[in-house]
């Protein structure tokens, strides 16, 4: 008979732990009907924007490998590939701008009340990237945003356009109180620049076209055919990724930035 | 013998109801905050409500409402709430909503961004937890619009309780295939339909959600919603925005202000389509505001002060 009240006993606890467990989840039925009325009638699909006195994405590749093959005439290349790569800089971290951590977080100053780091950071964690390149692993997208040097709460982000969102170079790259240099190459005036950049070791910051604003990536691969990147945009450890074929091969080059150094 | 077995039973229920209270009350108030019991206003006492770093206590933030008569009251007091978050707070009708950072990502990967309600009466619940999230309040309350980072893109609605009541993927939201996330705008003033934005595509589209019937209008945008210089009115179905670029960084904003590029004011309504031009200037912003549903507020481009236009 007791044994059996301690069977009974130990079942309840068991019942009593189960009913505070699914007490957590209680919020969480979802109801997912589909009636959804599209507007078909809507257009769609400009190419995206062009650039006057720039290049495509594809066409940068195009010129990458003619620049490879030139080498690999000159004898520059003897030994070609390393386990595939023509260049290969080690990149110690990867930011994604969509980072549940960090993805609303607001941006610089933030004064129009809707700055994000999810929207508006690719450049931001470029430039983290970067740092993390340069030894400061520490330094993360939302340290950089928060980085307070000199007076200002937004160091690295220039107070005193629209709403503050926006980063400021070469403020962004002076952290924790260091001057850098750095390049500035607008639309399609520093192509030659990147595969030069890449054979020194240097990772190049490139500026696209995208929508109806620019993105951000980091080059810092070329495997003989095609430029790599780590992309912002994408998720959480997925941000390397070839820049061809992927919705990048006929967008614009807004300009080409290298970070750290001259050329 | 039989004294072990009594004893044994007793101290099995009692760690069982011990055990199971805590799990309980953890679930619901966790990491609480202090409600301000002395408070005793009523919302018509209140102008608005807001965010401010408690004086004395760093990392404290106190939940404080400007009142009618020009005081200002604290709430409440949390130690935890997501003061970076972009839009961390709302107040509707005596209720506020306020988004909480529970646990450190850096050293707890279980950590959560909980939404929770505090009324004028002490009253607190959650109604939503998961990483990563946003939110809007509908005017009457009875909706709000959740995004969190677990579902890019996707945009869904809880009712008032926190129970999940219908869910948008983003391709149902957005136009583009290329779309890779979505935003949320407002509500209408009437809780009828919410408003928001699907962006990184080839263009950006703006898509309307009728809560009556949960249907979505999908319309595609002509202008450019990345660079902060429009505004949506969802209660006449129009928006007033310019054609100012958005900029990769502070230099390129320069650049573009010494340039001699014409930039142009529109509104526009979705429904209709119907498009004018309301103010063109050399190389500048407006600030549009709607400051009701006939009037629009703009910074003058020549004059750099406030302008207004009458629909």
Known sequence: ?263 | MKTIYIFSIILILATGLIVGFAVSKNNNEIQAGTINSQTKLSVSDIKNVSLKSNVSNTGITDIVAQLNNGDVQTIATYNDIYVDHYHPIEYLNGDVYVIRRIGDPEVDSGWTDQLWKIGLDGSEVMLYAEQGIDFRVSSDEQYIAIADSTAIGQVFFINKDGVKVKSFLLNQLAIDPDAKDSEMYSWSNDGKSFWGGVYFANQEDIFQISVDDWTVQKFAFDGNLHNHDWDLNPDINSIVYSDYPSFGDATDAEDFDNSTTVTHLYLANFITGEKRTIDTAVAKSYQPKWISSTEIQYSDPTMGELKSYFL
């Open chain 1, 1 to 263: 008979m007791l044994r059996k009240l301690t069977i009974l006993a130990s079942l309840l606890f068991v019942f009593g732990l189960m009913i505070a467990t699914v007490g957590c989840d209680s919020a969480d039925k979802t109801v997912n009907s589909d009636s959804v009325v599209l507007n078909d009638d809507a257009t769609n699909h400009d190419p995206p924007d062009y650039v006057e006195g720039s290049i495509t994405i594809d066409s940068l590749n195009v010129l990458a490998r003619a620049r490879y093959e030139e080498d690999l005439q000159n004898g520059t290349f003897a030994a070609a590939k390393t386990n595939g790569w023509v260049f290969n800089i080690n990149m110690p971290s990867f930011y994604s701008q969509i980072e549940p951590v960090w993805k609303n977080k607001a941006l610089g100053y933030n004064k129009c009340g809707n700055s994000t780091i999810g929207r508006y950071g690719c450049h931001l964690c470029c430039v983290a990237m970067m740092y993390a390149k340069w030894g400061y692993s520490n330094l993360k997208p939302p340290n950089l945003d928060d980085w307070s040097h000199n007076g200002w709460s937004h160091y690295a982000f220039f107070y005193y356009k629209d709403c503050g969102d926006l980063i400021q170079i070469p403020q962004a790259l002076e952290y924790p109180a260091i001057s850098r240099d750095y390049s500035y190459y607008p639309k399609a005036t520093g192509y030659d620049k990147i595969y030069t950049a890449l054979s020194r070791g240097w990772p190049v910051i490139i500026e696209i076209a995208y929508g109806t604003g620019s993105h951000f990536m980091v080059i810092y691969a070329f495997d003989g055919a095609r430029y790599w990147v780590l992309d912002p945009l994408r998720p959480p450890g997925q941000g390397a990724i070839s820049l061809w074929g992927t919705g990048y091969n006929s967008r614009y080059i807004k300009s080409i930035r290298i970070y750290g150094h001259h050329l």
